[in-house]
């Protein structure tokens, strides 16, 4: 196989990334476009030079196919996951699998089933920041890692009709953060406890939902993790994470439009970080992109799975069980 | 009253720091050193012209005095504070009170009936930053504060014999940025839960103390606080203060010996935070002795009392209560 | 027009950075890559789909051209241009038009007789840090700009057969420097002061070079300026300007792969600045290819043109004749 | 000798300085304050316990005396340094010697007849940053030092009556970067040129001065230096230093008051550079005295002597010349 030749469900925001990526790369061409929204499809389609249709089944009759993007709504990733595995192709799929556990472990007996390699697109793995930090970490920069604190602000909340559909904050903003506490951590977390409040907007609140929320976890061997999230961050896209361990301490922050700084009456002023993940972002979408159709291509494995999807969403509701139930909760 | 006349308790290091700082004051003189060693107790009188003694009851009789610094070992606080209460003299204290609550009741009722001036010494709530960043939170430049993040660890452990009198790491360590939490939240909190291990040192987990612990507490209308402890940063002294609200965030970071970087083929490399809470706090020490200085003089209003003491005790014993349960605590 | 049909003369580093992006604009299209090497040439053309071939007269013949890439040797600058104008093409000319100003001048009364749009390529003034920098001189944020400082220090000096052609340090590095004295300053300097050394290495001595070197400028109504070059920075490409005025100072820094930061035992430690200017100013290119494409698409001007190249080079010449002298050269 | 026994010249500003750091070192006293406003004399006498006078004469017949500090206005130090000698007292002299370098000559003069300890306070090479700085360049940190870039901003100009018998801004201002070139260049500059203009007040430039300049300077064996001055940075005083060697980059920022940064809607805003020298340089005035009196006490040798103040007269002579001349001049 020379080229992936792919399939892109969803042609909204992150489809439209991720198919530009996927075009933009020397070894993959997209043959498909799939959206309910033909219009959409047509469009991103012709940018690409391939197909666009509204039925999956058409797309995936195509023999020519050798790989899937799922980037459509949330709720429709598991049908669209099993089709593409039953039509044997390689699957990048954007985080995250499902909402309901039940239906993600559906998937996952289906992805064993088919044994199609199957890529969870977590996107911040990708970034160089953080990639960089980690790779200090298991570099042993650090020694043993002893505290883990993961920042994450975005810029402003969703409207409230996306709050209702969300999943909620642990399950919509915070696995995020989740993913990367299991990436950065030696163990897997055993201990969840949140705290969380709707400070933000009384309508969050009124939909059930939080908008600041605080995690604390712990592993086996006692090894802390501290999440911080809030849906509001008038100052920008705050995304940081803060490794401590025997030998010192690492830090990745966060990054601006511009290094230009001005220093007058009123202060020495610099840029706010970038605004939201689109831009903070766009490197590591590219970066996920170019590991995926070099490891697909090259026969090497994928840096993560089905299983770091699950285990990202079993973080999460433990979380959600324990605001409900006001105690942590132990996996 | 034109000077202030102290009797100083301790000479040993925190005594001498508060010594020489009332000693450099244009409106106050030391007139008596006392400690249980009669060299120190000699060595840091003649140093600033005072008088030495091991006698506590020989300094307090003498009817010169107007006040009195206790800078002595921990357990005998509150004995000398009551006994300068009852000499009704202007008390600074270091902190804490005491290690025990029942003993701190002890002396709140002394002090409520003696109504001698008492000040408990939070040096962080003096620090030139703390302040400032203090100083805008109440200002408004935040709007509503909805998460406190407190960051403290220790460039090293102290020994393990003095681990194991300390009262453990949230009574002596963390009691610090429970007080932080308290000077910057806009409400008491009602809910603490903590989570700590024995990663640094296994000697202090033998003892019975963690060395590396994470609190997360809420208010009642839901403001979130998080601090993070260890008692060894190989990088030296890290003291942070991160405070989220509906207009942005303030952060005060660390200080520095010098400005000076420099950049060579292996990175840029900058100074290391100030070793520890000698250097870190050297401003504070002086400006909470100006402060009690001028107050008293002044019959200003003193900024911390005997409750403050208190409360971040409280707060410091739930930490320790939610540890040993692992479940948060209700206050 | 709807999209640009390009020649692309150089198919070496330059030619190979501005082909990709001329290639991956949705509305420019490569159909010529020239160079007298035609497998570097055909190498480049297979990847965009064009035609390869070593005769610019083949690839000029051919009437569907629009626009041409001036991207090869810079003693073949002038011959080309002069080719492209000839044939009616818009030109984007890599820096420098030449390293002799009596040939520019020959390419300029060429370029003012064919009246075909011409783009002179300093790259800096696309870089989003300086652009943004430059913008806000231009908005007032100074008030009136009294001192332009501006650093550029390469990693390693280029082989000694390259310096031996390059022009020398001013005409072939500091040029860029000069080019953004003339941007940033209110008016053309008058005065030109070089000062400079062989202390990287001693051949570049030898070679009648300088690697080490400062000039200061000064205009009509007095506002100064000073430039500090060296071949030589073991830290990495060091790219920084400062502006100063009645209203303060603006600084745009160095950037840097990652925004991670080590605090160790040793110091606290960030990345280097971004190797080279293949790293640092990919934005830059990416961001002058698409003013040129859209420039000419819509019939809007170009912002720099011919008597930008040529100034920069009357700049550069008399740092020569001030070095040369050892006296300030008035223009 | 166990303590210096001090003679204080001037109750000015500078003189209030010095005089309290004297008085606070626990090896000095000072035993008398001399100014021609008696008032302020006796204001700062009382303070320290020393007695005032009006008369030189009176103060240095006193035997008690051993060393004399001449913080008293410029056109009385070689008078007072003088009679100091004579008197055999060691001497902290505040910096400059004298505007003139004819009278500077007949101190020295004196001073070599004398060979009384003479200290003469140039208060910047006791900045911890810059010290840190130079003690790195001297370690040989960056191998061979290459260029120097210094940077001395005021945050506004004086009054115009005090510009007009300051000696102008090269002797009065520029020449504290002018000792920190000679301190930290390998080798004494034997070329120095000056760009200079009134930009910031006309007045100034009508009083014959210039209050923004730049000075380019270059040693013997071709190591560079460029000085920017500036009579006004509204963001406070600006004083940085930056040395580039084979090995890299040494750099030392400005200071600021607290770390605190907020981070809003409008930016992220961090503190100015401390206001002026009073608060830049404390620890610097603090440090130069200590040096002093440790050095004169234990017979050590100073740090700086008679003909360091004496050479960068000469060099800001030499700016003031080439500025006139318009031409760089030869040392």
């Given at each position: 196989m020379n080229s992936l030749e792919l399939v892109l469900f969803g042609a909204g925001r992150i489809g439209q990334i991720h198919g530009a990526n996927a075009a933009a790369h020397p070894r993959a061409k997209l043959r498909w476009v799939v959206d309910p929204n033909l219009e959409a499809a047509t469009a991103l389609a012709k940018k690409f030079g391939a197909k666009a249709t509204t039925s999956p089944e058409e797309a995936l009759a195509d023999k020519g196919n050798t790989a899937a993007i799922i980037a459509s709504s949330t709720n429709t990733h598991v049908e669209l996951l099993t089709a593409s595995s039953k039509a044997g192709l390689a699957i990048f799929c954007e985080k995250p699998i499902d909402n309901s556990l039940e239906r993600v472990d559906l998937a996952l007996a289906e992805l064993s089933?088919?044994?199609?390699?199957?890529?969870?697109?977590?996107?911040?793995?990708?970034?160089?920041?953080?990639?960089?930090?980690?790779?200090?970490?298991?570099?042993?920069d650090l020694g043993q890692v002893e505290t883990v604190i993961i920042t994450s602000r975005d810029p402003s909340p969703p409207p409230i009709a996306y709050v209702k559909v969300s999943g909620g904050l642990f399950r919509d903003m915070m696995i995020h953060d989740l993913d990367m506490a299991r990436?950065?951590?030696?163990?897997?977390?055993?201990?969840?406890?949140?705290?969380?409040?709707?400070?933000?907007?009384?309508?969050?609140?009124?939909?059930?939902?939080?908008?600041?929320?605080?995690?604390?976890?712990?592993?086996?061997?006692?090894?802390?993790?501290?999440?911080?999230?809030?849906?509001?961050?008038?100052?920008?896209?705050?995304?940081?994470?803060?490794?401590?361990?025997?030998?010192?301490?690492l830090q990745a922050g966060n990054l601006t439009p511009t290094s230009v700084v001005h220093a007058g009456a009123a202060g020495v002023v610099s840029d706010k970080p970038l605004h939201f993940f689109l831009e903070r972002y766009q490197k590591a979408y590219q970066a996920e992109m170019e590991?995926?159709?070099?490891?697909?291509?090259?026969?090497?494995?994928?840096?993560?799975?089905?299983?770091?999807?699950?285990?990202?969403?079993?973080?999460?509701?433990?979380?959600?069980?324990?605001?409900e139930k006001n105690a942590p909760v132990t996996l």
């Open positions: 089933k088919s044994k199609v390699p199957f890529f969870i697109a977590f996107n911040r793995r990708f970034d160089p920041s953080f990639a960089a930090l980690r790779g200090a970490v298991k570099n042993g990436w950065l951590l030696p163990e897997e977390p055993v201990q969840v406890f949140a705290q969380g409040s709707a400070l933000v907007d009384p309508a969050i609140g009124q939909a059930g939902d939080v908008d600041t929320a605080v995690v604390s976890m712990k592993t086996k061997s006692g090894v802390l993790c501290q999440i911080s999230n809030s849906r509001r961050a008038v100052y920008g896209y705050d995304q940081r994470i803060e490794v401590h361990g025997a030998k010192g301490m590991h995926f159709v070099t490891a697909i291509l090259d026969k090497k494995p994928l840096s993560t799975g089905a299983e770091d999807g699950r285990r990202a969403l079993v973080l999460a509701e433990a979380a959600m069980k324990s605001l």
